[in-house]
């Protein structure tokens, strides 16, 4: 027991932190300075999975299996934020012809 509370799976908790902390920044990049929607809503899951990642990570760390059944709930809400997030885009490119998002400027009334 003493090696899965100090590493997971010979990978210590550190190393995720900073992984997760990464990946997290890099989303969090890709919707501030993209402008095409397709990017940023991939970009919004991939702060999804960082965030995943990291709550398995702590989830086995304390040997509590509570945050992998959250897991399971923010993929579920990455799965509708994909299929809603779609079809906004699809609506998006056959009224503009774009996904830029600086031209939704044109969709006010």
């Known amino acids: 027991m003493e090696s899965i509370t100090n590493s ?3 990978v210590p908790l550190n190393h995720y932190i900073l992984f997760c902390a990464i990946l997290f920044s890099i989303g969090v990049m890709g919707v501030l300075i993209r402008r095409n929607a397709i990017v940023i809503f991939m ?8 965030v995943n990642l990291l709550l398995t990570a702590f989830s086995v760390h304390h040997g509590d299996a509570s945050g992998q059944v959250f897991v399971f709930f923010v993929m579920a809400l990455a799965a509708a934020e994909v299929a809603v997030g779609l079809a906004i885009i699809v609506m998006i490119y ?5 996904t830029d998002i600086n031209v939704l400027n044109r969709l006010k009334w």
């Open 94 to 98: 056959r009224n503009t012809s774009s």
């Open 43 to 50: 970009s919004v899951e991939l702060m999804l999975n960082a």
């Open 8 to 10: 997971i799976q010979g």
